[in-house]
C-alpha cells in the first residue's frame, strides 16, 4: 500500500526567507508525486508534479522540488516567501493516471512579517 | 475555461437526514473523484468514476454513502441519515481520460458540510 508523509504539521517562516517542506513516500511500485496548495476556503491547487525525468520540478509561485528515490523523498523548497504564500501545502501520490492520489497530512505554513 | 464547480458550497443539516452534494467536472474530463477533508483524517479518498461506471469505490465509509454519475459528467454524492462524525469539506476532482496518461486532477472548491 502506499503511504505519504509529511513530517512537519506547522512552518512558521519569515518573509523573504527560504523555506522546505518535507514528504516522503512508501510505495512498492513506481508512484507519482505531487505538491498542491490549498488557499483559506479554497479546493487544493497543483504547485507541480513529479512524473519522470529531471528529479529537479519547477512549479509556479517560484517552488521546486527534488525526487530521490533512494531517501524516498520529495521535498518542495522555495527560496524566498511572501506573505501571500501563507497556506496549507499537500503531498499526494498516485501510482498510475486514473488512480486515487494518496495525500499526506498537510504543512501549513506562516508567513510572518 | 470553467474549472470544477461544486454545490452547494456550504450545507448545515440535522443528524438523521439525508443530503446530496453535486459536482460538475471540467468538460472533456471523464474522470472524477471524490474525497473528504475533515480535522481527524485529513484527506481521504471515497470514490473514482471512468464515465459513469465507478471501478474503484473502496473509500466510502459506510454504506449510507453512495455516488453516482450520469451522462459521463455531473455527479452527486449522496449521504444517507448524516452522522455528526460526516462533517467535513466534500472535494470533487476530475481528470482527462487515464488513457491519455494525464496525471493531474483538478479540483473544485468544495462542500462544507456540518450535520448538527
Known amino acids: 500500500a502506499q503511504s505519504v508523509t509529511q513530517l512537519d504539521s506547522q512552518v512558521p517562516v519569515f518573509e523573504e526567507a527560504p523555506v522546505e517542506l518535507r514528504c516522503n513516500y512508501s510505495?512498492?511500485?513506481?508512484?507519482?508525486l505531487f505538491w498542491y496548495v490549498q488557499y483559506p476556503n479554497q479546493g487544493l491547487q497543483l504547485l507541480l508534479k513529479?512524473?519522470?525525468?529531471?528529479?529537479l520540478v519547477k512549479g509556479i509561485n517560484g517552488f521546486e522540488a527534488e525526487f530521490n528515490k533512494s531517501q524516498t523523498s520529495f521535498h518542495l523548497r522555495k527560496p524566498s516567501v511572501h506573505i501571500s504564500d501563507t497556506a496549507e501545502y499537500f503531498c499526494a501520490a498516485t501510482k498510475a493516471a486514473g488512480n486515487k492520489l494518496t495525500f499526506g497530512g498537510g504543512t501549513r505554513v506562516l508567513v510572518k512579517p | 475555461g470553467a474549472g470544477v464547480s461544486q454545490s452547494p458550497s456550504n450545507k448545515v443539516t440535522e443528524k438523521g437526514k439525508d443530503v446530496e452534494l453535486r459536482c460538475d467536472p471540467i468538460?472533456?474530463?471523464?474522470?472524477l473523484y471524490w474525497y473528504r477533508q475533515s480535522l481527524g483524517q485529513g484527506l481521504e479518498f471515497l470514490i473514482y468514476?471512468?464515465?459513469?461506471?465507478?471501478?474503484?469505490k473502496s473509500g466510502l465509509p459506510s454504506d449510507r454513502f453512495s455516488a453516482e454519475r450520469t451522462g459521463g459528467s455531473v455527479s452527486t454524492l449522496t449521504i444517507q441519515r448524516t452522522q455528526q462524525e460526516d462533517s467535513a469539506v466534500y472535494l470533487c476532482?476530475?481528470?482527462?481520460?487515464?488513457?491519455?496518461?494525464?496525471?493531474?486532477?483538478?479540483f473544485g472548491p468544495g462542500t462544507r458540510l456540518t450535520v448538527t
Open positions: 513529479y512524473l519522470s525525468g529531471s528529479t
Open positions: 510505495s512498492s511500485v513506481s508512484v507519482y
Open positions: 468538460s472533456g474530463h471523464t474522470a
Open positions: 476532482a476530475s481528470s482527462p481520460s487515464s488513457a491519455s496518461g494525464s496525471y493531474e486532477q483538478y
Open positions: 468514476f471512468q464515465g459513469n461506471s465507478a471501478p474503484d
